[in-house]
């Protein structure tokens, strides 16, 4: 459905012709938000306009100054670059404003699905989207006679042959990294498993059990085909071991595929043998364990009509169906605007979209439950406690902070 | 100057008492990019009005220092009750984030702080007595790693220790074991840090008791040589005792630097094997949902500790100021 | 003391020296090795397939034909204007030593001749602001700054770190003027100086050596700072570190290591100078009282 509406629309497109608009506000934007190439390409469009100011603030650190950023009043940012995952922080804090007459004025350019809806009101644009799934060196799976891995059962087995083989000592790579990305991993392989992270309709935590378990299982017989030192490796350190041929079968962010084997020094093997596929199921699942994401843009709540009006001007001029004729923006992200033509780097992330991979949880309390996790896997990953006290300890940790929060 | 320091004292106080109201939770249609399904939101008017009402939010006394992510009385009860012996107990506690913390903070504390007083004294008295051309250069060097900002020499070292890096393979072939990782292990890890804390601060150590030396009483030093007391007693009975203050001056700022130990674990990705109390301030400003009274609460916690650990040095130095008054 | 370093028995001297010289590479050896890497590319630098690659460069060799590249370099000073945020550090550098030791110079030396001891206090003072954790402070203040607009400017930060590190400046120099004996500006008093001229014209020519070393550390907090520049300042107007660490990338971003590799051994370039200047200076000051207590 998805490919085939993104498709359909690149068609209408190109029958359209891309007209070049002028872009003109009169009054102040000003963005914050990630600093990742796609989002660089998307401040840069919005300060293409002319009229009136307008300023970015792109950084790692965004999560942590948006908010006390858009609290004031008038807001410091206009608009904030987010993904499902921190779009909830804005929601909780009440300070972004819904879209719907902006899109209704100015949003012809737009598609129905990059529209983020709640409670039947817009209230963020989308435009690219982002899932983890496999990247593995095709030379060395062909090389041990398998087909690509559909699961992570197969992934194992493929593991265990390379090293039997002698060809690689650790063949899996995963970012393992306590914390977020340790977290991240667990909620992957968590939902293949069928689980669910709250009981229905609550935010009582709902990890400690047979999916939970069966998840933790399974990171940990793979953590043992992994270096040694995965729990310091983020997704960085992890594309670095892929580039130095250390690593031939992994679970990596599609918004990384495009620049995977690029940099400066990569052993031509590797460069050759660089493959993208789906994300894997686990544990005899349908649904994959991997998530999807989107990131979008929002505009605050506490400024002027006339500085929304601008800011809503201004973001949608920079996610203009246009910018995707430079072939260097083109390939930076999975976009969702309308004309996007699917690269093969974005193979993987229309594979995981096509196969109903569950969007990251978009709720008020799935941060703390993330915090959690990151904070309490690891001693289960060193083997310091059984799974059933490592989730036990993390509904209770998730439980003191939603206390706090007062979500529960 | 008051204002800047004295205002967040006292408003981290008073957010560590207080909390978020309780939300009011709506179930409604949320549609993304890839489908529309019915999820859980926050009901902005009704929170609005309990803000309105309340703008300081829930006041919770002292819950929050005493829930599962502090001081954890309960668990703590529980793991008394519930364990056998002492291993089992300790083993619970180590479960407990404050307690984790703690453990490997206190650790750091008491192993690097005097460490870094003998080797910055040995340091001191070794470049004191080697030639006095060659003095400034040792001196240049051994500064280094003091200066150095401390993100980017625990950032330096991270790279050198890998398994794969210079001194990984060194300690590699050292213990005669290739699959030896210093990351991997907490134990090790904790020394890489204690090593890294000690390399830092020794350079600072050194040059206040180099200073030190260099108004050392000519006189009392001959008069000791005349009595006939050898090396190692003039810096027992002469030496020591004029370095005292300085002694107490660099454990003072140890002491209250190493309790803050924090670039170290993040330089070192050491979240996995050891905490601080400010590495957990900083888990809980960092995630998608920030947890300000916790971290409120946890800071406050940190300034307790402090004074605890420096009393035993202000009484003498009270007592000092009171003498010369 | 010469003459004590030649009257040490040889074996003693051979200990020491061996000691002296296993201390150095220790302390040196980092930073050479940091050197030495920065001219390398990525998979050279963390020798992640061989670790010998780190030292005879084979991938940058492959790459780059010769065992040595500045790419990390070009990368970080021309490609993403490494120069702006040196000038940043610089500018937040210079203010905060120049202001911390205005009022640290005046401020001290009034405390030290009002008659009343205030080292003890000051020193509580000193204390309780250097254990509050940076980030909670940062944390406090960013809504305040927020809504007054002041966030993500040079101005807010030089304030706040000035404002960290103040009564620890004071309480250094503070203790420094106590040893220069007050017979100094009485005298000149009697001469028929008032007491800002007894200042000027009697203290300020000996107070230099104390000066430049809380100069110093107040140069060094401002310099080496990371959790209050990270959260303060926006990003035309960031520093050395935090840069250094937004090179580094985070889990959505491929980082540029050897962009940051490269501005590590850049942002050391002027410590090492610094030190080489002011280490002559470092240690009289010091000796001149300023630790004392």
């Given amino acids: 459905m998805f490919v085939r509406k993104l498709v359909l629309a690149g068609v209408m497109t190109v029958l359209a012709g891309t007209s070049a608009m002028a872009c003109g506000i009169n009054a102040r934007v000003s963005v914050v938000g990630n600093e990742f190439p796609a989002i660089q390409s998307v401040g840069a469009g919005a300060q293409e306009c002319s009229g009136a100011e307008v300023t970015t603030n792109l950084t790692a650190d965004h999560q942590k100054i948006n908010v006390p950023g858009m609290q004031g009043n008038p807001a410091e940012y206009t608009s904030a670059i987010i993904a499902n995952s921190s779009i909830v922080a804005l929601m909780n804090e009440d300070v972004i404003r819904p879209l719907d007459d902006l899109v209704a004025k100015h949003g012809k350019d737009l598609k129905k699905n990059q529209l983020v809806t709640i409670d039947g009101k817009v209230m963020a644009v989308a435009f690219m989207a982002n899932a983890q799934h496999l990247v593995y060196r095709a030379d060395v799976l062909k090389q041990i006679g398998v087909e690509p891995p559909k699961t992570y059962e197969d992934m194992l087995a493929a593991a265990k042959m390379i090293r039997d083989k002698g060809i690689m000592a650790n063949p899996v790579g995963g970012a393992y990294k306590a914390g977020w990305n340790l977290a991240q991993e667990f909620n992957n392989m968590f939902l293949g498993m069928g689980g669910s992270h709250f009981k229905s309709g609550s935010a009582q935590p709902n990890v400690n059990n047979e999916a939970g378990v069966k998840a933790l299982t399974m990171m940990k017989s793979l953590s043992e085909y992994m270096n040694p030192d995965f729990l310091t490796h983020d997704s960085n350190a992890t594309n670095a071991e892929f580039r130095a041929g250390n690593v031939a079968i992994m679970n990596m962010w599609g918004s990384r595929a495009a620049t995977l084997v690029t940099a400066d020094g990569v052993p031509q093997e590797v460069v050759d043998g660089f493959a993208i596929d789906g994300p894997m199921t686990a544990g005899g699942g349908a649904i994959p364990a991997s998530t999807l994401w989107w990131d979008g843009w929002t505009v605050a709540k506490n400024i002027s009509d006339a500085e929304a009006e601008s800011t809503f001007i201004a973001m949608t001029h920079a996610i203009r169906p246009a910018i995707l004729a430079d072939s260097d923006v083109a390939t930076q992200a999975v976009w969702l605007i309308d004309g996007y033509k699917p690269t093969p780097a974005a193979v993987g992330v229309f594979a995981a979209a096509e196969a109903n991979t569950i969007p990251y ?12 996790l990151g904070n309490e896997l690891a001693d289960f990953m060193q083997g310091k406690e059984s799974a059933e006290q490592a989730l036990a300890d993390v509904e209770a940790a998730y439980v003191a902070a939603a206390k706090e929060k007062g979500f529960l | 100057m ?123 008295l070794a470049v004191n007595s080697i030639y006095a051309r060659l003095r400034g250069v040792v001196i240049f060097f051994s500064l280094l790693p003091f200066v150095i900002t401390p993100l980017i020499g625990a950032l330096v070292l991270y790279w050198m220790i890998d398994s794969r890096g210079i001194l990984g393979n060194l300690l590699q072939w050292m213990a005669g074991d290739p699959s030896l990782s210093l990351k991997a292990s907490t134990g090790l890890m904790w020394v890489s840090l204690i090593v890294y804390g000690i390399w830092h601060a020794a350079p600072f150590a050194f040059v206040i008791f180099y200073a030190g030396l260099q108004t050392l009483p000519q006189d009392q030093m001959e008069a000791a040589q005349i009595d006939g007391a050898s090396r190692l007693q003039r810096v027992r009975y002469v030496i ?42 900083f888990n809980d400003l960092g995630g998608e949902t920030r947890q300000f009274s916790s971290a409120a609460a946890t800071s406050v916690i940190t300034i307790i500790g402090v004074a605890i650990l420096l009393t035993p040095v202000l009484i003498r130095t009270w007592r000092d100021f009171r003498r010369k008054v | 003391m010469a003459s004590r370093a030649q009257s040490l028995p040889k074996g003693l001297r051979i200990a020491l020296t061996s000691f002296i010289v296993i201390w150095l590479i220790m302390a040196a050896f980092p930073f050479i090795w940091t050197l030495w890497g920065s001219f390398k590319v990525e998979l050279d630098f963390f020798s992640i397939a061989d670790w010998t690659n780190a030292i005879t460069g084979a991938r940058t060799e492959e790459t780059h034909g010769s065992p040595f590249t500045g790419a990390g370099y070009h990368g970080a000073w021309v490609e993403e204007g490494f120069l702006r945020n040196v000038i940043n550090t610089f500018i937040v550098c210079f203010f905060v030593v120049l202001t911390s030791l205005t009022i640290g110079t005046l401020g001290g030396y009034a405390l030290s001749r009002s008659g009343y001891r205030y080292t003890f206090w000051l020193l509580i003072a000193a204390l309780i602001f250097r254990a509050m954790p940076p980030i909670t402070l940062v944390a406090g203040y960013m809504l305040p700054f927020f809504q007054w607009n002041v966030w993500g400017i040079l101005p807010t ?10 009564p620890f400046t004071l309480w250094m120099l503070h203790s420094f003027f106590q040893n ?28 230099w050596p104390g000066v430049i070393t809380t100069g110093l550390f107040s140069f060094l907090l401002a310099y080496n700072d990371f959790a209050v520049t990270a959260m303060l300042l926006a990003e035309e107007n960031r520093t050395m570190v935090p840069q250094v660490a937004a090179f580094l ?5 491929e980082g540029n290591v050897m962009f940051a590799v490269a501005s590590v051994v850049s942002a050391t370039v002027p410590l090492f100078i610094l030190v080489m200047v002011f280490q002559r200076q470092i240690v009289s000051g010091l000796t001149a009282g300023a630790v004392k207590g």
């Fill in chain 3, 249 to 253: 990338g985070s889990t959505y971003t």
């Fill in chain 3, 157 to 166: 930060t030089i304030i706040v770190l000035v404002a960290i590190n103040q």
């Fill in chain 3, 180 to 207: 220069i004996p007050k017979e100094l500006d009485e005298s000149a008093k009697v001469d028929g100086c008032t007491q800002f001229q007894a200042f000027r014209h009697v203290i300020i020519p000996v107070m």
């Fill in chain 1, 361 to 372: 949880p978009m709720l008020p309390y799935m941060g703390l439950l993330h915090t959690a």
């Fill in chain 2, 240 to 281: 020591l005792p004029h370095l005292m203050p300085l002694v107490m001056f660099v454990t003072l700022i140890q002491l209250m630097d190493n309790f803050r130990v924090f670039e170290p674990i993040i330089g070192f990705n050491a979240e996995a094997h050891a905490t601080s109390l400010s590495w957990a301030i």
């Fill in chain 2, 2 to 124: 008051l204002l800047f320091i004295a205002t967040p004292i006292v408003s981290v106080t008073v957010q560590s008492m207080f909390t978020p109201h309780e939300a009011v939770f709506l179930t409604v249609e949320t549609c993304t990019p890839f489908k529309c399904t019915e999820e859980t939101t926050i009901d902005q008017e009704a929170t609005a009005a309990l803000r309105a009402e309340q703008p300081l939010g829930r006041f919770v006394g002292l819950d929050i220092y005493l829930d599962r992510g502090h001081l954890a009385i309960s668990e703590v009860g529980e793991a008394w009750a519930s364990s056998q012996n002492w291993t089992e107990f300790l083993a619970s506690l180590s479960n407990l984030p404050f307690y984790r913390a703690m453990s490997f903070t206190l650790v750091f504390i008491f192993t690097v702080t005097p460490m870094v007083i003998v080797l910055g004294l040995l340091i001191a």
